[in-house]
């Protein structure tokens, strides 16, 4: 089965599927037990990157809420210049303070130390519960013992040692031609929830063997997290510790120049792959087992991003999509109160390519194919606005007594 | 029991409750089934008042898919004196567009000749299924005998015809000692849910004998909104149906002057009865079984308003309260999403008094006393964000299997 397993995202003709476990060349990862998750399970990925070359970019939840990996990163990392990522699961270090940063400073420097680079080269991220002090130097003298761990092939380990709740695997390698030859592109995400601080956060890896200046690895980052992560919703919570890194460590040979179409071809496949991972968590938000696609069309950006959110976070929604109930009147709910004190708003709701609502008002519809529509595992949504030239997608999860269930039970 | 059984709404020492199914005199209630919720159920509501001098306000929702009734009553009806009140459960008539409008005519009109009023004394309300065209000549045909039925104890009726998935009675009938002397106070309320379009909405009408003019009666409803149903959320959805009306007979002699002791008197019994009843539909949200208070304070009323709807809307901190979980850490987070970018910031975290946040960092506490504490049916929850001078409020429902099971079940 393809990685690309979605309507929604299409495989360039020019990337090809490897193993996922496999790493670009330059790169090394593993995993550990440090005793976070407290049975014996991997729950710190190590990712490690040799060349001397590599530039790296990043990008952060701005909760004002900032959890403590994020701040050092953001204070006392070179982020353009990353070599080792310690990732651990099991725990936020959220909401902790300055204890909270100085626990995150000694995973960093343990690492810095144990693999012989500047704490400033080492990024740190973590996820599960908010509040809870880390134990920083148990971290820190198990990643001792890691350098003989890392292997090229090893981000399997490493993509396991990230996931809490996570029930698929969302970690993918490719090969890219490039007009100068290959390169390698890979990353491992985690994340089911948008955020859920019971095990919580949307982490995500991603390393390449190309040759890209730090400011266009940045510029690139950025464009493909506005078109992947920050198009979904499993329950509308914004995360203390989202954290998205971006590696790439020149080993190819193969430099990717500004503006060049293999920079184009190198965007569309990391649009395509990030792309892909946001619908994985989005398929495995909690509880979840279905995704719909909301696409807002009409004149005014600000109205057809507020309505697509809107649709994508609503409970009624949600449990429609849930239980496959064409009610689609929890659409036009959503749009109403949205867009307050425009009635009589003018607005049409497609579902599937079935048009039930025309300029505000029900049209006649096939109900027995309406109902087979939203049946499917992929529900697709939409909603017209007066007007032209804008549009905004989400992706979102249904809503289930699994998310019930996972979200209700006690903390610890 | 009384009805005012509530940690967070007193009964003001001058109010004594009577039996729930009368109405202070001038009002005549009652109820019938046309047919629309199928099972020989009441579910049509009409509520007479004869007084010729009768004052009446009313308080509409603002969504931008307003439904046909609400755009009749604000069209085409003398809100400062309404007389009748025909309101349907069943059918919302909402996205129906200009036929959706005739049909809520042709009701208010059946129920003008039927009682012999001019139709724009005549308001209409209605609930339930978005999108389905309303049969407004078979409620019209209904109406035609409902004369008889009218009784000025019969507020229960009244209430069960309004009621969807209620599963709580939500109507009452007061006594208040003015300087004056006594008159009477009810209120018949249905929403189980802010709102659910499956069977949805939340509507609320009020009668008194006192005199009040309609200006004062239009200022004292608006406040007692504000402090009552503006302040709830089951879901956080909008509705595109909510009608509160209240309608003042002047049948007790008694007149209320503005700005006098009684009118205090008055406006604190209205607000007593608005926000019990606001705190049943919550507590009645659907599949709901405990009930939270959050109340944020801090120096910018933007921000513990928006704080304090955040937390109340939060799945995660619904679900926690569903569990009775003390994960806190989802109040963190809720604060964070709200107020982004804003990190470090400093906020302190209470629930029933017990703090577990301070100035942004966990502070120890007795788990085992807060396990219990958030195992009560009500929930206290404290937010202080910088600053002081402003507060914020809001009553929300915990979220659980039953929302999940009510709402993606089949529309029909």
Known sequence: MSFFDSRWVERPDYVSELDAGLLPSGFLAGALAAGLKGDGALDVGVLLCMAPSVTSAARFCDSGVLAAPVVLCQTECDLQAIHVVVANSGNANAATGEAGLEQARRVQVGAANALGFEPRQVAVASTGVIGVELPGEQIADALMGVGPRLDGGHAGDFAAAIRTTDAIDKHAALALELSAGTVGLSAQAKGAGMISPHFATMLCFVQTDAAISAERADLLLAGA???????????GQLSTNDTVLLLASGASGIEIAPESADEQRFAGALDALLRRLALLIVRDGEGAA????????????????????????????KTALHGGDPNWGRIAQAVGATLRGTSPLEFDIQIEGIEVCR?????????RRLTEAVKQEEVQYEVNLPGTGSFSECFFSDLSYGYVKINAEYTT
Chains 1, 2 share one sequence.
Do not use: K, M
């Open 290 to 317: 279905r995704i719909g696609r909301i696409h807002v069309t009409g004149g005014a950006a600000d109205q057809t991003e507020a309505v697509a959110r809107a649709i994508a976070n609503s409970p009624l929604v």
């Open 359 to 367: 300029r505000g008002a029900a049209t006649g519809h096939d109900l």
């Open 225 to 235: 997290c506005e078109r992947s992560f920050n198009r979904i919703s499993v329950d």
